[in-house]
C-alpha cells in the first residue's frame, strides 16, 4: 500500500506596507512624533527651561534610531541558499577548496603552536616535570610608616 505525498515548493512570503517588524516600526514613529512634540514646545512654548525641552526632544528622537534599526535589520530578505553554515549544508561546489583551507590553516596554527611549547615558551622544570622551582624577586616601595615612625623603603622576596 503506498500513497502518494505531494510536496509544494516554498512561496516567499510578501510582506506589504511596513513589512514584517510592525512593531518596531510604529515604536520607531511613535518616538519621532513624541521628539518632535517636546522639541516643539521647547521652541515655540516660551517657557523657562527651554532647553530642556528642546534637548530631551532631540534625544527622544536619538533613541528612536534603535528602533529604526530593529525595524529595517528585521526587514532584510536573506535567500536560503546564502543561509547555509558549516554544520552539514555546505555548497558542493566549494567543499574541497574549503576543506583544503581548514586543513592547511589547522597544520600552520599546529605547528606554530608545537614550536613555541618545544622553544620553551612553557617553564618546565628537570625532564619536563612540570615547572621549575625558582625564585623570583619581587620588589615593592611603600611608606612602612604604620610600623614605625621611621620612612625607610622596604624590599621583600616572594619565593614561587
Known amino acids: 500500500m503506498s500513497t502518494s505525498v505531494q510536496v509544494e515548493a516554498a512561496m516567499e512570503r510578501r510582506y506589504g506596507g511596513v513589512g514584517r517588524c510592525k512593531c518596531s516600526f510604529w515604536f520607531a514613529v511613535a518616538h519621532d512624533v513624541l ?5 516643539m514646545v521647547g521652541v515655540f512654548g516660551g517657557l523657562a527651561i527651554h532647553d530642556l525641552f528642546i534637548y530631551a526632544g532631540a534625544i527622544v528622537i536619538f533613541l528612536s534610531l534603535i528602533w529604526w534599526v530593529f525595524w529595517y535589520s528585521g526587514n532584510i530578505d536573506v535567500p536560503p541558499e ?7 549544508l555546505i555548497k558542493l561546489r566549494n567543499k574541497g577548496l574549503g576543506r583544503a583551507a581548514r586543513r592547511v590553516s589547522s597544520q600552520l596554527s599546529g605547528g606554530i603552536r608545537n614550536s613555541l ?15 621549575s622551582d625558582s625564585e623570583t624577586s619581587v620588589f615593592t616601595i611603600f611608606d612602612s610608616g604604620m610600623a614605625s615612625s621611621s620612612t625607610q623603603f622596604v624590599r621583600e622576596t616572594l619565593s614561587i
Open 82 to 88: 546564502e543561509l547555509e553554515d558549516d554544520v552539514g
Open 35 to 39: 521628539g518632535v512634540l517636546i522639541m
Open 117 to 131: 611549547r618545544k622553544n620553551g615558551s612553557t617553564r618546565e622544570g628537570p625532564a619536563g616535570k612540570g615547572p
